[in-house]
């Protein structure tokens, strides 16, 4: 079955590195993604990773995924006020019509 | 460029009454998705069209829900008989093919704050 787990909270500084991390389930996910949710906003794509991959780096994003043990996270660099926001992980399967399925979703707070 | 629009952004609506929800995907774009997020459940997936044709409707939580899509863009969700577990936010994607071969982005609306008292 298809079931994707994360951790609540995550509470950083600014400046530091903030590391969230998602579990999933489904062995046959093609690929994976990152979306950021804002107070009142819709989800938005930071990035995503094809599962025969095995890291990805975008800018101050870097995405691991150990297919193995069913572990993906999201590394954010030098985390910034406006990261303040949920991250969900989410997973498609090939043949399921890209439908997504998302994770718990984690808050990430930045303090000052 | 235009995104995905949804209206009403809000919809107060009393328990048993009927509620539309409608969608605008981006131009072009021929899989539309509606999702339902809640506090209880978390983001989920309720239907997915390609074209006018919903090939996967597995997530739509009882016979109450329906959706249409037609001329292959603007889709309406529809709740009948709403009751108040269905209170949460309706989001609307739409994407280029749904195909799944490759990283078809879903780009999201804002969504719907469904409210049934």
């Known amino acids: 079955g298809e079931d994707v787990e994360q951790s609540l909270f995550l509470s950083v500084r600014e400046g530091d590195s903030s590391v969230i991390n998602c579990t999933y389930t489904?062995?046959?996910?093609?690929?994976l993604y990152w979306y950021k949710q804002e107070p009142g906003a819709g989800l938005q794509l930071l990035t995503y990773?094809?599962?025969?991959?095995d890291m990805k780096q975008d800018q101050r994003l870097t995405v691991l995924l150990n297919k193995k043990d069913k572990h993906l996270s999201l590394r954010i660099a030098d985390t910034q006020t406006g990261d303040s926001a949920i991250y969900f992980c989410?997973?498609?399967?090939?043949?399921?019509?890209?439908?997504?399925?998302f994770g718990t979703g984690t808050q990430l707070k930045v303090e000052l | 460029g235009a995104g995905v629009s949804q209206s009403p952004s809000n919809k107060v609506t009393e328990k048993g009454k009927d509620v539309e929800l409608r969608c605008d995907p981006i131009s072009g774009h021929t899989a539309l998705y509606w999702y339902r997020q809640s506090l209880g459940q978390g983001l989920e997936f309720l239907i997915y069209f390609q074209g006018n044709s919903a090939p996967d409707k597995s997530g739509l939580p009882s016979d109450r829900f329906s959706a249409e899509r037609t001329g292959g863009s603007v889709s309406t969700l529809t709740i009948q008989r709403t009751q108040q577990e269905d209170s949460a936010v309706y989001l609307c994607?739409?994407?280029?093919?749904?195909?799944?071969?490759?990283?078809?982005?879903?780009?999201f609306g804002p969504g719907t704050r469904l409210t049934v008292l």
């Open positions: 489904d062995s046959s996910s093609t690929y």
């Open positions: 990773i094809f599962s025969n991959m």
């Open positions: 989410a997973e498609s399967i090939t043949g399921g019509g890209n439908k997504l399925t």
């Open positions: 994607a739409s994407s280029l093919d749904g195909t799944g071969d490759r990283a078809d982005t879903q780009y």
